[in-house]
């Protein structure tokens, strides 16, 4: 499997845009997760989804936030409008939690970059 | 709630030098820990793992032991190399939930 993918690597956006992350789930799993990174906040998680569902979007910093898993393997994460302060690493990791297991595999993060 | 505390970096060592990294953690129930590893430009990646109390979690010649009286899990080199230079990360799942917990990460710098 060729792990969990993330697109782009990198976004340069201007304020005020519209941008769209992506995210493929490796094949099977059954949780997806958001996690925002940041030099002064460090990793926090923004939302997971189990089966498809999202179970809590507690960290979803403000309703410019969404996040979406239409089917089990694909999940966008969109900021609408984009602000300064959303620059940041954006990743998304899947886990399969039928057994209890939480083990969590990431991707290699999305660098966002909004000027 | 829970939460991970972890001690701050950087840790600045020279190679062969002997490595510890504190985690201690905060949880209601029996919590399955962890320690991540990121290298710079990459994504996270699991080091090694613990699910139960005097579980020692290895890999790589990393070592963690899951204290639950001291609700600790330290992690342990013998003898660190330049390769080991990253960001580590301790973290909690609480048992029958499925997202991690994580700690604020502290930094390795490992000179030859």
């Known amino acids: 499997d060729a792990g969990v993918i993330q697109s782009p690597r990198h976004e340069v956006t201007e304020m005020g845009q519209e941008v769209t992350l992506r995210c493929k789930p490796i094949?099977?799993?059954?949780?997806l997760f958001w996690y925002r990174q940041t030099m002064m906040r460090g990793l926090e998680l923004l939302i997971y989804?189990?089966?498809?569902?999202?179970?809590?979007d507690s960290g979803m910093p403000e309703d410019r936030f969404s996040a979406k898993m239409p089917n089990a393997s694909f999940s966008t994460l969109k900021i609408q409008p984009s602000e300064p302060r959303d620059s940041a690493v954006y990743f998304c990791?899947?886990?399969?939690?039928?057994?209890?297991?939480?083990?969590?595999?990431f991707g290699q993060g999305t660098r966002l970059t909004v000027v | 709630g829970n939460s991970v505390t972890q001690m701050e970096g950087p840790v600045t060592l020279s190679e062969e030098a002997f490595l510890t990294i504190n985690c201690t953690y905060t949880?209601?129930?029996?919590?399955?820990l962890f320690w991540y590893v990121q290298y710079p430009g990459e994504g996270l990646q699991l080091l090694l793992k613990?699910?139960?109390?005097?579980d020692k979690g290895s890999n790589k010649g990393f070592e963690a032991t899951y204290r639950k009286e001291t609700t600790s899990f330290h992690l342990e080199k013998g003898s660190v190399q330049v390769s080991d230079s990253a960001v580590y990360f301790c973290?909690?799942?609480?048992?029958?939930?499925?997202?991690?917990?994580f700690g604020t990460g502290t930094r390795l710098l490992v000179s030859p």
């Open positions: 990791a899947s886990s399969l939690t039928s057994t209890g297991n939480t083990e969590a595999f």
């Open positions: 094949s099977g799993h059954n949780s």
């Open positions: 989804f189990n089966n498809n569902v999202p179970i809590d």
């Open positions: 949880a209601t129930g029996y919590p399955s």
């Open positions: 613990a699910t139960k109390a005097d």
């Open positions: 973290a909690l799942s609480e048992r029958g939930f499925q997202k991690l917990v």
